[in-house]
């Protein structure tokens, strides 16, 4: 079993900051892509950014890039992300999302995490 466990969520003022960590544990073998994505209020999940393993990122949203940073330690299976000069559109729940290898078939698998909510107020 693989559980990808977010934390770092809550309510900020406009133009502050939060940093967001997911933790991979369980049985994980090889972890690949990490990444988060975004369920805004009334809306459908959207992707924010990806790292790979060797630390190549990207973001989707143009909104965020320059605010939001994504990391990550592989020595502790966990992905980050810093949230700075935040909006009150950046609302939502934050998912993690990993590709893991549970077993030693080293085949990569999809996970999510439960999500973790942030609430930016002006």
């Known amino acids: 079993q693989v559980q990808l466990v977010e934390s770092g969520g809550g309510l900020v003022q406009a133009g502050g900051s939060l940093r967001l960590s997911c933790a991979a544990s369980?049985?994980?073998?090889?972890?690949?892509?990490m990444g988060w994505y975004r369920q805004a209020p009334g809306k459908q999940r959207e992707l924010v950014a990806t790292i790979t393993s060797v630390g190549t990122t990207y973001y989707a949203d143009a909104a965020v890039k320059g605010r939001f940073t994504i990391s990550r330690d592989n020595a502790k299976n966990t992905v980050f992300l810093q949230m700075n000069s935040l909006k009150p559109e950046d609302t939502g729940v934050f998912y993690c999302?990993?590709?893991?290898?549970?077993?030693?078939?080293?085949?990569?698998?999809?996970?999510w995490g439960r999500g973790t909510q942030v609430t930016v107020f002006s």
């Open positions: 999302n990993g590709d893991i290898a549970p077993d030693e078939t080293y085949v990569l698998r999809n996970y």
């Open positions: 369980g049985s994980v073998f090889k972890v690949g892509i």
